[in-house]
Every structure is written in structure tokens, then in C-alpha cells.
């Protein structure tokens, strides 16, 4: 399987996982030529951008030990700009799901970062 449709998995069972916990999801894979978001859902009339992280073991560490501060200025940049091009006028939050394995089990979610 390439690295590709690995992460489109990833980010299928991360979807899934945020509809079971009651998260709508408006948006996957939003891109523009400057930055990306796996996940826009939204609950409770809040905006949550999801990073998805994904390792098929966590021999090297897991997911969430990549979201690095230089990570976190590109999150905070597309959350930004998505909200300034959909004029969503509510809260937003930066989140994160860590999904791992052959099965894509998710091992962790941090709804705001």
C-alpha cells in the first residue's frame, strides 16, 4: 500500500471515530496551495481541526511525538486561513488523533491542543 492511500486509511478511521463521538464532519483533506487539513469537524457549534498521525508501530514513538512546534505553526496557519476563506465566525480548537497498526486502531485524541 503506498504512503498515500495509508494516510487516506488513516484518516477514513479517524473520521469514523470522530462521527462515533458525535463530531460532524465538514470537511477531509482541505487543501490550498499554501497549507492542509485532514479533518474540519465540528461539535457543540465549535470548529476542531483535526491532524491526523499515523505509524504502523511505535518503536520510533507515536503519532503525536511528531507534532512538533514547527508543526503546530502550519496547523495554526491553515486553521486560520480555513477560517478566515469559510467566515466561520465561532470558537475553533487545533486537535489531533493518533492512529497505529495494520488495523488503524486509534490509540489517542487530543480534542484541543
Known amino acids: 500500500m503506498s504512503s498515500t492511500s495509508t494516510g487516506r486509511a488513516a484518516e477514513y478511521a479517524a473520521a469514523k471515530f470522530l462521527k ?18 485532514d479533518i474540519v469537524a465540528e461539535k457543540d457549534n465549535c470548529i476542531y481541526f483535526v491532524e491526523v498521525k499515523y505509524r504502523q508501530s511505535d518503536e520510533w514513538g507515536g ?32 486537535s489531533a488523533v ?5 488495523d488503524y486502531k486509534i490509540t489517542n485524541f487530543i480534542p484541543e491542543i
Not at 514547527?70 to 491553515?78: C, E, P, T, Y
Open 20 to 37: 462515533n463521538k458525535g463530531y460532524k464532519i465538514r470537511e477531509q483533506n482541505w487543501r490550498t496551495r499554501w497549507c492542509e487539513i
Open 63 to 94: 503519532g503525536l511525538d511528531y507534532i512538533t512546534p514547527k508543526k503546530l505553526n502550519h496547523m495554526r496557519f491553515a486553521a486560520e486561513f480555513w477560517v478566515s476563506s469559510s467566515r466561520w465566525q465561532g470558537d475553533y480548537f487545533l
Open 98 to 102: 493518533e492512529v497505529t497498526g495494520a
